[in-house]
C-alpha cells in the first residue's frame, strides 16, 4: 500500500527554537518524497524534495529535511524556526494512481505555529 | 521558477449552474497537469490527470461527467464543475508536472475557492 503519514496535527514552537515536522511514508521501490508549504487560500509551494543521493536535503527558506530509510521517514527541520513559518506543511511521496500513470500522495497535513 | 496561475480565485453560483476554472502555466509549457479537490481541514485528493490533445485520467470514485476536464493548450488546462451543488463546494487546486533534473515536480496553483449556493 502506497501511503503517507503525520501523526501530527499541529506543532507549537517558539520563535528561535529549532523545528521538526514528522513524515513517514509507504510506498513500493525507491521513493521520491516531497515537502509543501500552505498559507491560508494558496495553493502548495514546493520546499524541496528527494529522490537519491544525501540523505539530508536542503530546501527553500532554510528549511532541510532528513531522510531515513530503515525508518521510512522523512522529517521537516529547520534549526531556527520564525514567526512568518507558521503554515500547513505536507509531507508527500510519488505513487502510482489507478490509470498506472504517477501521482503524489499526500499526508493530511501538520500546522505549525511558530510562537513570538 | 515555474509558476502557475488559476482563474477565478474565488467563485459563488447558484445550485445547478455550471463553474468553469482555469489553470495556466505561466512561464513553461505543460503536457500534464493535476487537478486537486481539498476539504476543509484535510489533505489534497487527487481527481484527475489532465494531458494535453488526449482525455483526461480520472481517479476511481470521481465522476468524468460532472468534473469535465479540458487539456486544449500546452499552458492551459480547465476543470468545470457541471450542474454544481452544495455539495461540490470546495477548494480546487491544480499543478503542472515540469522535468526538473531526474525527476518530475509540481507546481501548484493558487486554488480556486468554489461555494455553491
Known amino acids: 500500500a502506497q501511503s503517507v503519514a503525520q501523526p501530527e496535527d499541529q506543532v507549537n514552537v517558539a520563535e528561535g527554537n529549532p523545528l521538526t515536522v514528522k513524515c513517514t511514508y509507504s510506498?513500493?521501490?525507491?521513493?521520491?518524497l516531497f515537502w509543501y508549504v500552505q498559507y491560508p487560500n494558496r495553493g502548495l509551494q514546493f520546499l524541496l524534495k528527494y529522490i537519491t543521493g544525501d540523505n539530508l536535503v536542503k530546501g527553500s527558506y532554510g528549511f532541510e529535511a532528513e531522510f531515513n530509510k530503515s525508518q521510512t521517514s522523512f522529517h521537516l527541520k529547520k534549526p531556527s524556526a520564525l514567526v512568518s513559518d507558521s503554515a500547513l506543511y505536507f509531507c508527500a511521496v510519488r505513487g502510482v494512481s489507478t490509470s498506472g500513470t504517477y501521482k503524489y500522495i499526500f499526508g493530511t497535513g501538520t500546522r505549525l505555529k511558530v510562537l513570538a | 521558477g515555474a509558476v502557475v496561475s488559476q482563474h477565478p480565485s474565488r467563485v459563488i453560483c447558484k445550485s445547478g449552474t455550471s463553474v468553469k476554472i482555469e489553470c495556466r502555466s505561466l512561464d513553461f509549457q505543460a503536457t500534464t497537469m493535476f487537478w486537486y479537490r481539498q476539504f476543509p481541514k484535510q489533505s489534497l485528493m487527487l481527481m484527475a490527470t489532465?494531458?494535453?490533445?488526449?482525455?483526461?485520467?480520472?481517479e476511481q470514485g470521481v465522476e468524468k461527467d460532472k468534473f469535465l476536464i479540458n487539456h486544449a493548450s500546452l499552458t492551459l488546462s480547465t476543470l468545470t464543475v457541471t450542474s454544481a451543488h452544495p455539495e461540490d463546494s470546495s477548494f480546487y487546486i491544480c499543478?503542472?508536472?515540469?522535468?526538473?533534473?531526474?525527476?518530475?515536480?509540481?507546481?501548484f496553483g493558487p486554488g480556486t475557492r468554489l461555494t455553491v449556493t
Open positions: 499543478s503542472a508536472r515540469i522535468l526538473a533534473g531526474d525527476a518530475y515536480e509540481q507546481y
Open positions: 489532465s494531458n494535453e490533445g488526449s482525455k483526461a485520467t480520472y
Open positions: 510506498v513500493s521501490g525507491n521513493p521520491y
